[in-house]
């Protein structure tokens, strides 16, 4: 492996998440439809039929390109890309060619140390980002096809890397960073398995330090993150094969089997592409005036590379609580209420999320925005605790009581009684009963197993449920044994 | 530029347009075209400076006459067993298509 | 006058004034069709008989069972003192390249033969819902491809009412023919190269092609997805506004439907046309085109009887006050045909994709080894050889590597023949036209048989028509008298962009000025 540096570069296309698909009325999810029932005239190509653009579509691809950096086309127009295939109903795809929507861009995708590597950042630019249509679905039965036209024109992004990733980690590592910015835009549900993110990868190897580009292959057909760490690995290793053996890589286009877990040629007569690219003559360009580009990228929130790096110089927080809590948007946005709202060390927040509010999270299912104990309830909570009104594992009981209840700490507090008592008097008062109710444990200290005393703390805790401050118990305890 | 059609690209558009032509036809057609390419060729001589852009439409579509985009609102179609219904071959809800072949790598 | 060859607005008023029914009208129109018509198109027809040579074919279906369902509820309507629209009762055919829900729609191809449509087009909608009584679907070059009708699978092939040994023109030749000769008041047509306007004249009828984008193409199926336009077919100038205004307007499923107010054609259809500026250009009365054996340009002067004709026409609107400017230049006229061969390839050859056995349509029945062999099979025994022959040269100019010589540069052309028009329309420039007067076509209606395989010469039909597909403008073209064999000849006006007003007003005041010529008086043969 070290004698080659591997060049990969990422096709990716995103199904936006808007309620239509990006032609017609239809709704773009048919997840759960049966097969051509989710169809009009439109998206299934009949004669006659005309496209119409869906705002929401270029709305979204707007906000999109704008996080990925790329620049926007105030006029950007549509082309038909022609080709035969059964999904294709039109026989065309209508796409944008040479004057999309946007173009440059880039992710700064930070790699994780792994193998004793330091981590790093990996620049991965953006060639070319523009709107389509999404094809059907076929499904394999024997010597025969089965063509689904549900899927048929829901809204696309497609976005191409650069042949910058020189890892198959490094590509599963911008697979994953991609979901997470397409989810925290609100974009697109960018889930893998349901094919809202697909991804074909160009994947080559060239002696370390040439600069050159050696032929490709296209691997298509990869559905979830894994299959495309997997894929490229054995891509890569029958490329070096090839090579060790003195044969030429050849441009093939390569299909991932899931099932079968192999990569199969697809007949190059099918692949030998001229699509004539020209312009789709029944759609005008779309024209993004400033006015409309404003009010769009109004909604553009800050991105989850910037907030990460920023959770870590503005509140000192460890590169790996930074990571948790912006893996999401909602949660990101919760922690940062919750740190204003509190007003004391954002680790300590930091520490309540990660350890109790996280597992609340996967436990119920919620994201961060659906909880009860709302950021400035925890906020509330860890200032009680901080205080001393309440000892630490009344405050855990606490965050799972607000979110039963909805109602406030404080008040629920008062409610039940749940203060740490701190009067000498009543602690005295228990450390009494305790004392008499136990005879044997009094003995067992008193000839000399001073280690006893935690569990006498421990009894007073009972009787006062958890009420008791422990450390004067103690102090009363230690006294009265003495 | 090349000023005829060959056979060999004549062949290679049929195969490109999913045709398959008898040889009386292929004639025709291969006559035809080349007789077209000779009218097409005078626009080669055209006179065609900078300030000549292509016109996608002869009308202009300026912006207050270009229709607003579609709004994001779902509108099902009355009744897609209807479009369905026109498919040659059919089952379970699907179009049946013969297979596309495939080789698998070693 | 039998009721079928009363103008529609004649008829309307009729209908309201309750002295006739919707039902007598669409009787009429139908046995106007058992009359006249013949057999309708088929495929696979079998020889011509002798009958056949002397009726119109206009037909691929009559709807007869259905028009007179919709008939009757114009009458009900009428009877309950509702409105029942601007067309009520108005029997209109529909050149089958328009999609009709529940009746086949086949683009006078094999490959659509057995197509149903599940929705209907814009313009046919519009028609209906202003109370249109649809009679049938016409024929029609296949797929409109063509300028005299005979590429149509459903043959026998329509034939010029004026004289069936003729060609109707194309490729709305159903059209034009039903419409000739009293099958109905009005027809729906499609005008990609001159569709409407050519068929007009040579069956001696009014047709319209409409500013790009000013009537839906929704439901059209496309031939030259830039150029199509539906518009008018009538017997008047008054008839065809009177359809203009019901079918015009924005779409939600036309992205490329204006989005511009329809002004009211009909109130100002008989403004004066006194000091209006008619223009005529030299270089709509010769036609350049390449001799087949050398691929050297020819000039030819029009025949003198259609230059005649137009300049007849001129000396009619001078009369009435019209200023007539003459020498007004058009010099990129003559690269109409050579850019109209490559851009309406492209857009023919896209459109054309998505017939391949798979969705809807023909599937070849033989048995299929893979897929490859099913599209190759179906499309080559679904089209015939005018697709198909679009379909190569579409492939072939759209290849990336020929794309900038061909398709690029067809498309700069385009604003060149484009900028001919804004010069002439300028309001503060030299020529300042109203509209510009000129011959429909290069000669009139030829015999059948005598162009047809002769793709080229087929083409330069539409030499003095296609400019305003490209431009985008609109265009009418008018009966302007008939020539020395009893054929009528058809004289065109052409405005800026969405003058239809204007064009339909010169047109009006034309046809009113004309009214009382002999050559009026003389029906078409099929029906003396």
């Not at chain 2, 300030?51 to 779902?74: C, Q, Y």
């Not at chain 3, 092609?209 to 009537?215: A, F, N």
């Not at chain 3, 390449?290 to 691929?295: E, L």
């Amino acid at each position: 492996m070290s004698d080659y540096e591997v060049v990969i570069g990422l096709e990716t296309h995103i199904q936006l998440n808007t309620t239509t698909k990006i032609f017609c009325a239809c709704k773009a999810d048919s997840w759960f439809d049966p097969p051509n029932t989710n169809i009009c005239p439109v998206c299934t190509g009949m004669p006659g039929v005309l496209p119409v653009l869906n705002k929401a579509a270029v709305e979204k691809a707007v906000v999109l390109a704008a996080a990925m950096h790329a620049e926007l086309r105030p006029l950007s127009f549509f082309d038909r890309k022609n080709y035969f295939y059964p999904d294709l109903p039109k026989g065309y795809q209508i796409s944008q060619y040479d004057q999309s929507l946007a173009f440059g861009g880039y992710l700064d995708l930070p790699v994780p140390a792994a193998n004793g590597q330091p981590a790093y950042i990996r620049k991965v630019t953006i060639h070319k980002l523009h709107l389509e249509e999404d094809a059907g679905k076929t499904k394999n039965a024997g010597s025969e096809r089965l063509i689904d036209f549900n899927r048929c024109g829901v809204p696309l992004v497609e976005m191409v890397t650069g042949p910058d990733l020189r890892s198959a980690d490094e590509a599963a590592q911008y697979l994953i960073r991609l979901r997470q910015l397409l989810r925290w835009l609100g974009v697109s549900e960018a889930d893998m398995e349901k094919g809202h993110l697909r991804c074909d990868a160009n994947v080559s190897i060239r002696p370390r330090g040439a600069t050159y580009l050696n032929p490709k292959t296209e691997i298509k057909n990869v559905n979830s993150i894994e299959a495309v760490r997997t894929a490229i690995e054995k891509e890569l290793e029958r490329q070096i094969r090839e090579v060790e053996a003195g044969r030429r890589i050849e441009a093939w286009t390569l299909e991932w089997d899931e099932d079968a877990g192999v990569l199969r040629k697809m007949r190059s007569k099918e692949t030998e592409a001229d699509y004539r690219y020209f312009r789709e003559p029944d759609l005008l360009p779309i024209r993004l005036e400033e006015a409309w580009k404003i009010e769009i990228l109004k909604s553009l929130p800050e991105l989850p590379l910037i907030r990460r790096q920023r959770f870590m110089d503005a509140y000192g927080l460890p590169e790996y609580d930074a990571d948790i809590l912006t893996t999401e948007r909602n949660l990101s946005d919760y922690f940062e209420t919750a740190v204003k709202a509190y007003g004391g060390d954002p680790k300590r927040v930091s520490n309540y999320l990660m350890n109790d509010v996280l597992r609340m999270l996967n436990e119920g299912g919620q994201t961060a925005d659906q909880l009860r104990l709302t950021p400035a309830f925890l906020a509330e909570i860890i200032k009680l605790a901080d205080a001393g009104t309440v000892n630490t594992s009344t405050a855990k009981t606490l965050l799972q009581k607000v979110e039963e209840s909805g109602t406030a700490p404080a008040e629920i507090v008062a409610a039940e009684g749940l203060g740490k008592v701190s009067d000498d008097s009543a602690i005295r008062a228990v450390v009494l009963e305790v004392l008499a109710e136990s005879p044997k444990e009094v003995e067992s200290y008193k000839a000399g197993k001073v280690t006893l005393i935690g569990w006498f703390v421990g009894q007073v805790m009972k009787k006062m449920r958890g009420k008791a401050d422990p450390t004067l118990a103690r102090t009363i305890l230690e006294e009265l044994l003495a | 530029m090349s000023d005829s059609i060959d056979r060999e690209t004549f062949d290679h558009l049929v195969g490109l347009a999913a045709l398959e032509l008898d040889q009386q036809q292929a004639d025709y057609l291969l006559r035809e075209l080349n007789n077209q390419l000779k009218a097409i060729r005078e626009l080669v001589a055209i006179p065609l400076d900078e300030s000549v852009p292509a016109s996608l439409h002869g009308v202009p579509f300026a912006p207050t006459e270009s229709p607003a985009l579609r709004e994001d609102i779902w509108l099902p179609h009355q009744d897609p067993g209807e479009i369905i219904a026109q498919a040659p071959n059919t089952r379970e809800g699907y179009i049946v298509v013969p297979d596309i072949p495939h080789t698998t790598l070693e | 006058m039998e009721l079928c060859d009363l103008p529609a607005y004649e008829l309307s008023l009729l209908l309201r004034q309750k002295q006739i029914s919707a039902e007598e009208i669409t009787r009429a129109c139908l046995e106007r069709v058992d009359q006249v018509d013949g057999r309708s198109g088929a495929l696979d027809s079998g020889e011509l008989t002798a009958e056949d040579e002397h009726k119109v074919h206009a037909f691929i279906t009559v709807t007869r069972e259905r028009a007179l369902n919709q008939a009757r509820v114009v009458d009900k309507r009428l009877a309950a003192g509702e409105d029942p629209g601007l067309l009520a009762g108005i029997p209109f055919t529909s050149k089958d390249i328009f999609c009709v829900r529940g009746t086949p729609s086949t683009a006078a191809s094999r490959i659509l033969a057995n197509y149903t449509a599940p929705y209907t087009a814009t313009p046919v909608a519009r028609m209906e819902e202003a109370g249109a009584v649809m009679i049938g679907k016409v024929n029609l070059d296949e797929f409109t491809y063509g300028s005299s009708n005979e590429s149509s699978a459903f043959q026998p092939a329509p034939r010029n009412p004026w004289n069936p040994a003729h060609v109707p023109g194309g490729s709305s030749g159903g059209s034009v023919a039903s419409v000739a000769a009293g099958e109905a008041a009005l027809s729906l047509g499609t005008d990609t190269a001159g569709s409407i306007r050519q068929p007009a004249a040579f069956c001696g009828v009014v047709g319209v092609k409409p500013t790009y984008g000013r009537v839906s193409r929704y439901g059209l199926i496309a031939f030259g997805s830039s150029l199509d336009c539906p518009g008018p077919v009538a017997r008047n100038v008054v008839d065809a506004a009177l359809m203009l205004q019901v079918i015009a307007g924005a779409d939600r499923r036309d992205s490329t439907a204006a989005n511009k107010p329809v002004p009211d054609y009909l109130s100002m259809l008989e403004q004066p046309v006194k000091g209006l500026r008619v223009g005529l250009s030299p270089d709509y009365f010769r036609i350049a085109f390449p001799d087949a054996a050398s691929g050297e340009y020819r000039e030819r002067p029009l025949p003198t009887d259609i230059e005649a004709h137009v300049i007849k026409a001129a000396e009619v609107l001078a009369s009435l006050g019209a200023e007539i400017v003459e020498d007004v230049p058009m010099p990129n006229t003559r690269y109409g045909i050579p850019a109209y061969f490559v851009i309406s390839r492209v857009e023919a050859a896209s459109n054309l994709h998505r017939y391949d056995g798979v969705k809807y349509g023909y599937r070849t029945p033989q048995p299929p080894g893979d897929l490859t062999q099913l599209y190759r099979k179906s499309r080559n025994e679904g089209f015939g050889l005018q697709p198909k022959l679009r379909i190569l040269m579409g492939m072939y100019v759209s290849a990336a590597q020929y794309s900038a010589q061909y398709y690029q540069r067809a498309l700069r052309v385009r604003t060149l023949m484009r900028r001919d028009f804004e010069q002439a329309f300028d309001k503060n420039g030299k020529y300042r036209l109203d509209v510009l007067l000129t011959p429909t076509t290069p000669t009139t209606a030829f015999k059948m048989g005598a162009v047809y395989g002769d793709s080229v010469l087929m083409q330069y039909a539409d030499q003095l028509t296609v400019p305003a597909n490209h431009a985008g403008i609109p265009g009418i073209s008018l009966p302007g008298g008939l020539d020395e064999n009893r054929m009528p000849v058809g004289i065109q006006l052409l405005g800026p962009d969405f003058s239809e007003d204007m064009l339909l007003r010169v047109g009006r005041a034309y046809e009113l000025a004309t009214e009382t010529e002999d050559w009026r008086k003389i029906k078409p043969m099929v029906l003396r």
